[in-house]
Structure formats: C-alpha cells, structure tokens
C-alpha cells in the first residue's frame, strides 16, 4: 500500500502526471492579460503552441479578496482588480479555446465567490495561491471542488504546507501537486542562492507516502535554472508566460512564445536523456543494435595449431568489435577447448573452429547486442 502510494499518479483531463510521466508543463498566465479577452485568447494560444500542458489564470473578486484601505495615497486595488475581472462566459470561452488547442485552462481562485465560480464552471483543476496555503476555509472550500489541486509555497514554512495538504485531504482532496516557488527576481546569485530546489525533494519525503506529489514553480528571469529543475523530475513545471512587453504584471520574469518554445523543447529533451534508469545498449533508430568499433571480440592472440588445448594465452580480446566475432565473455568456454583446425595469429575465432567446448557452470550475460558467430546464442543468456 505504502509503496502504490510513493508510486501514484494523478489523472488530470487525459493526462497522466506522476512517476514516469512526462513533466506537465504549465503557462501561467496569472494577471498578464490585464483584462483583455483579446489578450487572453493570445496567452492561451502562446502557451499552446509553447508546448505547455496547462495554462493557470487568476481569478478574484476584488471585494473579497483585498479588504478596504483609508490610505488615499496607493494605487486603488479595487480598480486594479476589477480591470483584471473576466465573466464566466469568458471563462468558459478560454477554457473551450484552450480544449480545442489540447491545453487545459485552469484557474488559481483566490477568494469564495471565485471558488464557487470554479464548480460552477466545471474547472479540471486549480491552483491554490501561496498566500492561502494556510487559509483554512478556503481550503476546505477547494478541498471540495474534486479536482486536482496544485499548491504554491512561497513565503509559506514546512508546518503550514503540511497543515494545507492535510486539510485538504480531511476535505477530500487526494490529487495534490505541492509546488516550490523560486524567488520572483533577477538579482543574479541571490536567485540561485534562494532557489533551494531540493525543497522538492523534501515535499516528496515528507508528503510522498500520502500520494502528493511535488514540483516547481520557476520565478527567476535565469536562462537555466529551470533545465536544473526539469532534472529533478518533478510532476509539474509552471513559468510566467507573457505576449509581449506591455503587459506590466509578472512581466520582468515572464518569457515569450519564442522563449517558451526553446524552453519547453529543452525540457522535454532533458526527459529523454534521463532515460528510464536501465544500463542498456545504444540501439539506432529502427531499433536495430547499435554496432560500436570500440566493443572487441576474440581474435587468435598467437598462431594456433590444429590439437592445441586452448589456453588463456592463446586468445585475446582486441577491437574493433563491429566486424563479427566472439563476445569476450566466450573466453571462458574456449579455455580448455581443442583447436580443430590451424589458426592464423590475430584472425577472429569462432566456436566452430574448437571441439570439447567447456561448461561455463553459470549463465552468461546478456550478449545479443553484438553481431557474434553463428552458434553464440545457444551460450548466452
């Protein structure tokens, strides 16, 4: 039970995301729309052609989301949030463009009336915001929703991600993805040095037998520290995602189709060169072994007469190995066997040129992969 939970995955639409899944790849949209339809349609096809999974975009209801302010002199948050403010015919317009572009639109809710506004638009997942990791009845309101559910952590300790992820699963929710929020900046070393990427790794300790799963949400403006994460293999990446640049909104850390492209490519080629943890043999394309010079094959190490009882002095494994011939691992069998005929110094040898063939008393490995003599298989594995 213990080890189906470490291995468990989460279905989200008709993706798979967990163990030995690819990474799934979000845009975030966040507030870089700033209120234009136009603007979001662009955003959600830029991060469908990106090669993104998902594309998350905030969504709040001022009045419940920031409480009123005396202080006249700061920028109204009221009216900054009320531009950003789409209707749910909207919603469910970016949600179906996104659909038809294989990317599922999904929102980050951050007050109740938004959370509501999640069920009734039948949202296929959210995304819960760092600052209400430790807001208990918005939790338990998402919690349930039903759906999948990504957490950001920023600003936020071990103690209250634990207390998040524990009211949600009390609430019902099991499909959790906690994410690990680098720093918003461009300061250069202090983006590296804050980026404590191995948080993840903790998330997984310390949440992985629940069956939640970890990843990472990438904030710096540095070319290559998301390639660092996507080695980690976490379930999920998220990066701001941006138009162009006028936007103001996230837009310092935020990168462009073109960027986006090259970013998620690189990714998914970092996923490919991890591989699957099994040593095994390079094969081309066709699915044909891969021949290498630098394999050797057993030659004669000295002219040999017809009657010699073979010893180790008289074989030697030399390359190049993609001309035919005996894998080396055959020495041991060869050992002790009478030559049946003379053989030339430096030639290949081949089981057909020996009688009274020794028993190895074991299995051979492995070794098809090369291209041996005829006869090679009934010795190897």
């Known amino acids: 039970m213990w080890k189906d939970r470490l291995e468990r995955k989460i279905r989200i639409g008709d993706r798979l995301v967990g163990p030995g899944e690819r990474i ?78 294989g990317l599922i639109v999904y929102p980050t809710p951050l007050d109740p009336i938004s959370v509501e506004r999640c069920r009734k638009l039948k949202v296929e997942m959210v995304n819960i915001n760092s600052d209400d990791v430790n807001n208990y009845l918005l939790l338990e309101q998402i919690a349930s929703l039903g759906v999948p559910v990504t957490m950001h952590d920023i600003d936020q300790s071990l103690a209250e991600v634990e207390g998040a992820v524990q009211t949600l699963m009390e609430n019902g929710c099991k499909d959790i993805i906690v994410l690990h929020s680098t720093m918003e900046t461009d300061e250069g070393d202090f983006a590296y040095d804050t980026a ?50 006028e936007v103001e909104a996230d837009a310092g850390i ?26 095994q043999r390079v094969v081309n394309e066709d699915g044909t072994p891969r021949q290498r010079a630098r394999n050797k094959v057993l030659v004669a190490n000295r002219d040999i007469k017809a009657g010699t009882i073979i010893t180790r002095d008289d074989i030697i494994a ?5 001309r035919n011939g005996l894998h080396p691992w055959f020495a041991k069998v060869l050992i002790g066997a009478k030559a049946l005929h003379d053989i030339k110094e430096d030639t290949l040898i081949h089981m057909s040129d020996f009688s009274d063939i020794q028993d190895p008393g074991y299995k051979f490995p492995e070794v098809n992969g090369y291209r041996l003599a005829s006869g090679h298989k009934s010795m190897g594995a």
């Open 254 to 279: 935020a990168v462009k189709i073109d960027d986006l492209k090259l970013m998620n490519s690189r990714i998914r080629r970092i996923e490919r060169a991890l591989g699957n943890a099994h040593n």
């Open 24 to 101: 799934f790849l979000t845009g975030e949209i966040g507030p870089a729309h700033g209120g234009s339809m136009k603007k979001a349609r662009e955003l959600v096809r830029c991060a469908a052609e990106g090669g993104c999974d998902g594309a998350d975009i905030v969504m709040a209801d001022p009045h419940k989301f920031i409480y009123k302010t005396l202080d006249s002199g700061r920028l109204d948050p009221f009216k900054a949030w009320e531009d950003l403010y789409l209707t749910d015919d909207q919603w469910r317009e970016l949600i179906d463009y996104g659909k038809s572009l």
């Open 318 to 322: 030399k390359r190049p190995g993609d």
């Open 196 to 245: 404590n990427l191995n948080v993840m790794n903790t998330y997984k300790q310390a949440f992985g037998d629940l069956g939640v799963l970890a990843g990472v949400v990438e904030h710096t403006t540095s070319d290559y520290l998301i390639y660092a994460v996507a080695a980690m293999q976490p379930a999920l990446i998220s990066k701001h995602i941006k138009y162009d640049d």
